[in-house]
Structures are given as C-alpha cells and as structure tokens.
C-alpha cells in the first residue's frame, strides 16, 4: 500500500479518520496492514471490479435523468465498538424526542403551552399538515425509520447535521455495499468482526407488523414506490422482496368505505400497513395535490378511521425543518428530561432580528441553508460564493427570514479515498439509520457513509454526485485471533424468535403467489 498511500496527507483543519499526530488511529491498523498484503495494482483492479459490478447488478441513482453507478470506494469507513456506542445511544434519544414532539404538536401542544418551541415555528413549516391533527398511531409511533444525519467536527465529535422522519433513504446500499466488499476483500474481511447489517429488513419488517391497527393478527404489509423512474426505485424493490412484501404503485391500490385494498389476481386483498416511499404532498390526491397519480384517494380517511397505518406518518417532515432542528436540544430536555448525548451544528435562526443581522455582516463566512431543502439542494457555501450571489442571497433572506438558517463552515472528517488510481482524503458525513417498533429502537450497526468525491467539496449528498463508503462497526474484539469465538445473534426487536422463520417464511411463500394487476412487481 505504499505506493498507495505515500503522498497522503490530510485536509488542513480537517479531522482525518485514518491518521492523526501520533500516525495510523487504532480503529484502522489491522485494516491497513491487511491491505499492505496487496499490491497497489490489485487494490486498484478491485476497485474497478467495484465500479462494474454494481452497474451490472443496476445498483443505480438518477441524477439529472440519467441512471448512473452509486459510487463505491475500495476503502471502508471503520468505527470502533466504544465510538459506536457514543452514535447508538444517542440517535435513539434523537428518535424518542422526535417521536413525543411530532405525537405533541398534532396532539395535545403541550410544547406550545409550555413555550419550548413558538407554535408559529410549527404551523409555518411547509411539511406541517393540520389535516392529519388528531390521528392516533396505533403503537404510538410516527417515525417507523429514521436517518439521522451525523458529521464529525475539527476535534473528531459526532454532531448531529440533520434529521429525516420523511422518507428516509439510502439503507439499500448499505446492504449492498458490505456485500460487495466481501465479495472485493475477502482476505480484508475476514480478518476482522464486523457487526451485520443484513438483518435490516427483518427488523423493518417486525416494526411494520407492530404497527398494524388493533385486532389485525396477521397485517398485509406493502411498499408503495412512485414507480420506476423515482431515483431510488431500486432501494423500493430491494426492501420489498427481502422483506417479502408486495411492491405496488398507486394504481394498485383501492379504497373503499374507509379501507384500503390491493388488486391481486385473485381480487382485492386488505392492506394493514403502507411502508410509503411517496412525499406527503402526492400521497392523497383528496388531501393533498388532486394532481398526482402517484398515490391514492382516499388513505388519509382510511389512516384516521384506524383501518390502515401509514409508515412513516404523514407530517412528519415538520421535523425535518431545519428552523425545528435548532429546537431539539430543549426538546430533548423537555421531553425526555435528559441532556443531549449528540450535540447539534451551532445554528443561526434568520427570523431573530438579532441572528439575521449578524448573519448578513457575515455571508460570506457561513453556510445558508434553506429550512425545507435536501440533497444539498439551494446550500450557500458563504467562502465560495461570488460577490453575485451573495448579493442574491441577502435579498431572498430579507424577504422571508423564516425560510432560512445559517451555521459556521463545518469541516466534516476526511476518510482516505481512491482518486485516480490514489489515495486522497474526501470529506465524509454517516447516516445511521433507527427502526422503532414502538417497544424498542434498533440502530442499524453503521449506516451509510457518503462520500464527497470533488477536492475540497463539502456537499456529499447522493444527489450532488456523492459518493459511498462500507462503514464497519467493529465488535469489541473487532481483529479475529487464531481462536474464534462465536457472537450471538443480535434479537430482532419486536420479533418472537421461535416463531420468526415458520412464520414469515410461509407469509412471504403465500404473498408471492399472488401476481398484482398492474404497476412494478417486486
């Protein structure tokens, strides 16, 4: 690895995961020195070999239209067992915050009454919709899954970045990427104890079935895509056959007398429960946008009279604002009664007066973000923004402050990266992804780390050209020995173990003998 690594060095002010004052950081040793036993040729070969194999296997993400390879790089992302425990324990307080604010605001408002958050903050957010008030969650969850969007700071500190209680995506590559890197480095692989995320869809699947309205023993459970041409089509169709559930569009579904029903060849089939990879705002066209053809008419009733549940639920992304993101540190203390045990990105709120008058002596040093943007998309990065722009910029904050917040330039970590046949460090963030069964919150060993692959650039979204790395999670005598010791199997939450297999077996045996009419197959 020599040739490899030789003219490596870090980003200026940057925290570097692999190397550090005192030379290679633990979590990485064994890693390097089983990498070292390849030459740089071969460590380049398989990182082409990475590349074709996931265009074959139509591992893919659209960007401007066009499907292109989800970028892998040959060298994973690797944390230590105590540095794991630091991430879990603390995007599960994240969750059970979130999960008693969003049951509050279209409950009770007990935060409002409180003055832990302005109630304007709420009802002003474009993703709040007071058409869903009132509904009860049949096991009290909101957010079934939940990417919580983490970077490390200058001194190597996971921050919180931001929430999404949305639709949250991006959990099929992480499958795909630990299969892919034990197909690409065996010899790397095996040689260390990497806790498993291939149990993912199975504890989805349990916190789905938990959340079936009351009385339904054996729920239907379906995805519902946008259809082929939504740019994470093939994360839709992964989930929905290792899950063993039908994949369906809104043609496919039916609503009737307050109920919701499949159209299968053998007739309708009721559906419990919708894992919805659709936005809020096409979901309903009752409701919501009568436009839209990606959804159905009709489930906002079926979801309030109890007959269905919608996962994740409708008006969530209330949380996703980024204006309420400068909120959940007090409401982790109101709700939970705790401190935060991830600390947030220091945040400007523009609607303050005071925040918006020093931002704007200050443009040209910060990073403005709009509060209901993702992907990256309509970020000012003040330092490499022209005297144009920011001028723009000033002019779209003064006209609506509450549409914008502004935080200091974070320096997110830098992993070394395969550019041009070398090693170069890129900026990174991690999204570990929570399921919550409403008895428990699993956090999926790793997450996805995505990979800013331009020099110098800070924007790592899939959707900017980003791309992704295997992130390991190392048990605690993550380097194997000469003696192996077998781990026990992590429980899937909400799941009896006996009867797990017989009986989602012989469900999904049963489900796939019914051909849908129309739409994708899964």
Not at 113 to 142: E, K, L, Q
Not at 328 to 342: H, N, Q
């Amino acid at each position: 690895m020599s040739l490899l690594f030789r003219d490596y060095a870090g980003t200026p002010k940057a925290f570097d995961e692999v190397v550090g004052a005192q030379g290679v950081r633990v979590a990485y040793g064994s890693v390097l020195r089983q990498l070292a036993k390849l030459d740089a040729d071969e460590v380049r070969a398989r990182a082409e070999y990475l590349k074709s194999t996931y265009l074959d296997q139509g591992v893919t993400f659209d960007i401007g239209g066009e499907e292109r390879p989800f970028p892998l790089d040959i060298v994973p992302r690797v944390l230590l067992a105590e540095e794991w425990a630091e991430v879990e324990e603390g995007v599960a307080q994240r969750v059970r915050a979130l999960e008693a604010f969003l049951s509050d605001i279209y409950g009770e408002g007990r935060a409002f009454r409180d003055r832990v958050i302005p109630r304007r903050v709420v009802v002003t957010s474009p993703h709040y919709h007071r058409v869903v008030a009132g509904i009860r969650m049949p096991n009290r969850v909101r957010c079934h899954v939940a990417g919580i969007d983490l970077v490390r700071d200058e001194v190597g500190r996971f921050r919180v970045l931001e929430d999404n209680v949305r639709v949250p995506s991006g959990v099929s590559y992480v499958m795909t990427n630990r299969r892919a890197m034990f197909s690409a480095l065996p010899e790397v692989t095996a040689r260390h104890r990497i806790r498993p995320v291939e149990g993912y869809p199975l504890q989805l699947l349990a916190a789905l079935r938990a959340s079936a309205p009351s009385g339904v023993s054996d729920p239907t459970v379906v995805v519902l895509t946008p259809g082929v041409y939504n740019s994470a089509y093939f994360e839709h169709a992964l989930l929905a056959r290792m899950m063993g559930v039908e994949l369906v569009e809104g043609r496919d579904l039916v609503c009737h007398n307050g109920r919701v029903s499949v159209r299968t060849t053998q007739g309708l089939r009721p559906v419990h429960v919708i894992y919805r990879r659709v936005d809020d705002e096409f979901l309903d066209p009752a409701q919501f946008r009568s436009d839209s053809m990606l959804g159905c008419a009709g489930l906002i009733t079926a979801a309030r009279a109890g007959n269905v549940t919608i996962a994740n639920a409708v008006g969530n992304g209330v949380a996703d604002d980024k204006l309420v993101y400068t909120y959940i540190p007090d409401l982790i203390r109101y709700y939970l009664g705790e401190e935060p045990k991830l600390a947030s990105v220091d945040t400007w709120r523009l609607e303050d007066e005071t925040h918006r008058e020093e931002v704007l002596d200050r443009l040209d040093e910060l990073v403005l973000k709009p509060v209901d943007g993702s992907g990256g998309k309509g970020i000012v990065i003040g330092p490499r923004a022209n005297a144009k722009q920011l001028d723009a910029l000033r002019a779209r904050i003064l006209k609506d402050p509450r549409g914008w917040i502004a935080q200091p330039v974070v320096q997110l970590s830098t992993v070394p990266t395969m550019i041009d046949g070398k090693m170069a460090p890129r900026h990174v963030d991690l999204r570990p992804f929570a399921v919550n069964s409403g008895d428990s919150i699993y956090v999926l060993p790793g997450g996805l780390t995505r990979v800013a692959l331009p020099e110098g650039e800070l924007i790592v979204n899939s959707s900017q050209g980003g791309g992704s790395k295997d992130t390991w999670v190392l048990a605690e005598d993550g380097v194997r020995g000469h003696r192996r010791r077998r781990r026990p199997r992590e429980p899937l939450a909400g799941v009896p173990q006996g009867a797990l297999g017989a009986e989602l077996v012989q469900k999904q045996a049963q489900q796939q003998q019914q051909t849908r009419i129309g739409g994708a197959s899964c």
